[in-house]
C-alpha cells in the first residue's frame, strides 16, 4: 500500500497449507493439521496489478496501522512478527516462501513479511473471520451468500454508477473485459431504471409532435 500515491499492488496472493506444504484439501482428507501461510503466485499475469483506492479507505488503513503501532508498544517482546522463509515443497517439488512468526523479543534473520491485517498480539488474521461471517449468514440463516461475493458486488456497484469497464476489469485483474462483463456484472433494478431513464430523456429530447394532423380526415 502506497499511502502518498494512494495506490494498491496485488502481486502475490496468501495460501494456508500444512507443515509440508501440502494444500488444505488433501490436508484435511488425510488428517494432517493445517496451520502454515504460503505466499503464492497471481491467478494470471493480469492479476497482477496496482489501483487506485480512495481517500476513505486510505485514511481507514492509516488509522489501522496506527493502531497496530499502538499493539507493539503495549505487547512489547511478545508481540509476534512475521518472516518470508523460502523452502522446497517436497509435494510440489517447486520453490515456495512459507510465512514463519516469532515473538519481537527474538532476532531472526530472515526478510520480515509486512501482513495488514493481525490479531491485536500480532497473530495473522488470514481470511477465515470473514469466511466465518459468510458461513453463519449462509448455513444458519439461510441467505446465500460467498466470501468472494465482495468482489461481485464491488464490481456491480462500480459499474451502476457509471465507471469505465475497462477500469473495473483492470481492478479486478481480469485479461478481458468480457470476463468481467459475463461473470461478474450483475443488472441491478438501479440499472434497469436507468436504462429506462436514459432513453426516456433521449426520446423527449427530440420533440416529437404529440398527434399528427392528417388531411385524410379534413
Known amino acids: 500500500i502506497d499511502f502518498e500515491r494512494k495506490t494498491l499492488t496485488v502481486n502475490k496472493n496468501i495460501i494456508k497449507k500444512n507443515r509440508d506444504g501440502k494444500p488444505k484439501k488433501y ?4 488428517g494432517h493439521s493445517v496451520e502454515v501461510w504460503f505466499y503464492g503466485s497471481c491467478k494470471n499475469p493480469q492479476s497482477n496489478r496496482t489501483i487506485s483506492i480512495g481517500d476513505t479507505l486510505v485514511k481507514a488503513l492509516k488509522e489501522y496501522k496506527q493502531e497496530q503501532e499502538n499493539y507493539k508498544k503495549f505487547y512489547g517482546d511478545t508481540y509476534l512478527k512475521h518472516y518470508e522463509k523460502k523452502v522446497l515443497n517436497e509435494y510440489t517439488k517447486r520453490e515456495e516462501i512459507k510465512i514463519l512468526d516469532a515473538k519481537a523479543e527474538l532476532e531472526i534473520n530472515l526478510p520480515e513479511a509486512q501482513l495488514i491485517f493481525v490479531k491485536p498480539n500480532g497473530q495473522f488474521r488470514g481470511t477465515e473471520t470473514v469466511r466465518h461471517a459468510f458461513k453463519v449468514i449462509n448455513y444458519e440463516l439461510g ?5 468472494h461475493d465482495f468482489r461481485d458486488t464491488h464490481a456491480t ?3 451502476e454508477q457509471g465507471a469505465d469497464i475497462k477500469a473495473v476489469s ?3 485483474g ?4 468480457q ?3 459475463n461473470i461478474y456484472v450483475r443488472v441491478t433494478s438501479k440499472m434497469e431504471t436507468d436504462t429506462v431513464d436514459r432513453f ?4 423527449n429530447s427530440l420533440n416529437i409532435p404529440k398527434t399528427i394532423e392528417n388531411d385524410y380526415f379534413d
Open 27 to 30: 490436508s484435511i482428507s488425510k
Open 143 to 147: 441467505i446465500k451468500c460467498r466470501f
Open 157 to 159: 456497484r462500480l459499474i
Open 170 to 172: 483492470k481492478r479486478l
Open 174 to 177: 481480469h485479461s478481458t473485459i
Open 179 to 181: 470476463t468481467t462483463y
Open 200 to 203: 426516456e430523456n433521449y426520446t
